[in-house]
């Protein structure tokens, strides 16, 4: 029974000892497991710089100065003098153009004090004719100072005979009491270089003396009774004039008077008997119109006040 008990004990202790376990120690050694280190390399790229945006540069024109009866303004000596004080109704019309680009220009429209309504009213007016237009966006509306004078400055772009255009234009009064609206206007790419060169053409308005008394042309109720007019005539602020489709805008001067219509075709309303003046200056009518030479008959028995000039009578069979 003595000899089993320890032939069993011994099979015990070998068998512990087989395991790797020690017999005199109370800890069992954990058995070892083999590691290995990985090292993997990754590759970090910087992120790309941000692109430099640089200002477009400026555009620096020589200048030369349009000296009028009433205004004085400096313009590129490269653009032309299209319209030099022209009576439009009841206010006098100076457009300069770039000559290559008609839609880089200058105007300078002047309200004798007896025609000039209130500021903001006609400012608004003026706005209000073009927020229906494609593309209108306005980035400023806003009262402000204009060579210390209170102004309202409004800056927008809209599109015209499928050019979008940048436009600035600030409305003043003088020291007269003239109304004065100076209006800048490129097409939109463009006028970020032309800012600066037209920061400078607006500071060198000046008025040189007060403005004639020139009652606005006569705008009847009835004009769209016997004349096919555009669908936001009552809301232009203009002179009227005729489109080239034929259609009738009351925004004459103005930009976008015929927008969608084919542009101004320069025949304008005189305002009497229904009449209209063309760009020569002769009537349809038999009435005076704004001419700058003699009175003369035309061929046709009408009446021009362009004697003198050329195309007086154009349309109209010549003088007669």
Same mark, same amino acid.
């Given at each position: 029974?003595? #000899?089993?008990?320890?032939?069993?004990?011994?099979?015990?202790?070998?068998?512990?000892?087989?395991?790797?376990?020690?017999?005199?120690?109370?800890?069992?050694?954990?058995?070892?497991?083999?590691?290995?280190?990985?090292?993997?390399? %990754?590759?970090?790229?910087?992120?790309?710089?941000?692109?430099?945006?640089? *200002?477009?540069?400026?555009?620096?024109?020589?200048?030369?100065?349009?000296?009028?009866?009433?205004? &004085?303004?400096?313009?590129?000596?490269?653009?032309? %003098? $299209?319209? &030099?004080?022209?009576? !439009?109704?009841?206010?006098?019309?100076?457009?300069?153009?770039?000559?290559?680009?008609?839609?880089?220009?200058?105007?300078?429209?002047?309200?004798?004090?007896?025609?000039?309504? $209130?500021?903001?009213?006609?400012?608004?007016?003026?706005?209000?004719?073009?927020?229906?237009?494609?593309?209108?966006?306005v980035f400023r509306?806003?009262? &402000?100072?204009?060579?210390?004078?209170?102004?309202?400055?409004?800056?927008?772009?809209? =599109?015209?005979h499928g050019v979008?255009?940048? !436009?600035?234009?600030?409305?003043?009064?003088?020291?007269?009491?003239?109304?004065?609206?100076?209006?800048?206007?490129?097409? *939109?790419?463009?006028?970020?270089?032309?800012?600066?060169?037209?920061?400078?053409?607006?500071? =060198?308005?000046?008025?040189?003396?007060?403005?004639?008394?020139?009652?606005? *042309?006569? &705008?009847? %109720?009835?004009?769209?009774?016997?004349?096919?007019?555009?669908?936001?005539?009552? *809301?232009?602020?203009?002179?009227?004039?005729?489109?080239? $489709?034929? #259609?009738?805008?009351?925004?004459?001067?103005?930009?976008?008077?015929?927008?969608?219509?084919?542009?101004?075709?320069?025949? %304008?309303?005189?305002?009497?008997?229904?009449?209209?003046?063309?760009?020569?200056?002769?009537?349809?009518?038999?009435?005076?119109?704004?001419?700058?030479?003699?009175?003369?008959?035309?061929?046709?028995?009408?009446?021009?006040?362009?004697?003198?000039?050329?195309?007086?009578?154009?349309?109209?069979?010549?003088?007669?």
């Open positions: 029974m003595t #000899m089993h008990r320890t032939l069993a004990a011994g099979f015990a202790v070998a068998a512990l000892a087989a395991a790797g376990c020690g017999t005199n120690s109370g800890n069992i050694a954990a058995p070892s497991t083999p590691t290995q280190t990985v090292t993997q390399t %990754v590759t970090v790229s910087k992120a790309a710089p941000a692109p430099v945006v640089r *200002a477009p540069r400026p555009v620096t024109p020589t200048y030369t100065s349009f000296s009028g009866s009433y205004i &004085s303004v400096d313009y590129p000596d490269s653009w032309n %003098v $299209d319209s &030099s004080e022209a009576a !439009k109704g009841g206010y006098l019309d100076t457009t300069i153009r770039d000559q290559t680009n008609p839609a880089l220009m200058l105007r300078v429209d002047l309200t004798p004090s007896s025609s000039a309504g $209130d500021l903001a009213a006609t400012a608004q007016q003026v706005e209000q004719s073009l927020v229906s237009q494609a593309g209108y966006r509306y806003r009262p &402000s100072s204009y060579q210390g004078l209170a102004s309202v400055d409004w800056e927008f772009l809209v =599109s015209e979008l255009l940048h !436009k600035q234009d600030t409305f003043f009064v003088d020291a007269s009491g003239d109304q004065i609206a100076i209006l800048t206007e490129a097409p *939109a790419d463009l006028y970020p270089s032309w800012r600066s060169a037209f920061a400078h053409i607006r500071s =060198s308005l000046t008025t040189v003396g007060a403005a004639p008394v020139a009652p606005p *042309a006569a &705008s009847p %109720v009835s004009f769209c009774d016997t004349h096919a007019c555009i669908d936001n005539f009552d *809301a232009g602020g203009g002179y009227i004039v005729q489109c080239d $489709d034929g #259609m009738w805008s009351h925004s004459g001067g103005l930009s976008g008077a015929c927008s969608y219509h084919g542009g101004e075709s320069g025949n %304008v309303y005189s305002g009497s008997s229904g009449s209209s003046l063309g760009s020569s200056g002769s009537s349809s009518g038999g009435d005076l119109g704004p001419g700058n030479g003699s009175t003369v008959t035309c061929a046709d028995g009408s009446i021009s006040h362009s004697g003198g000039i050329q195309g007086a009578c154009s349309h109209h069979g010549g003088v007669g």
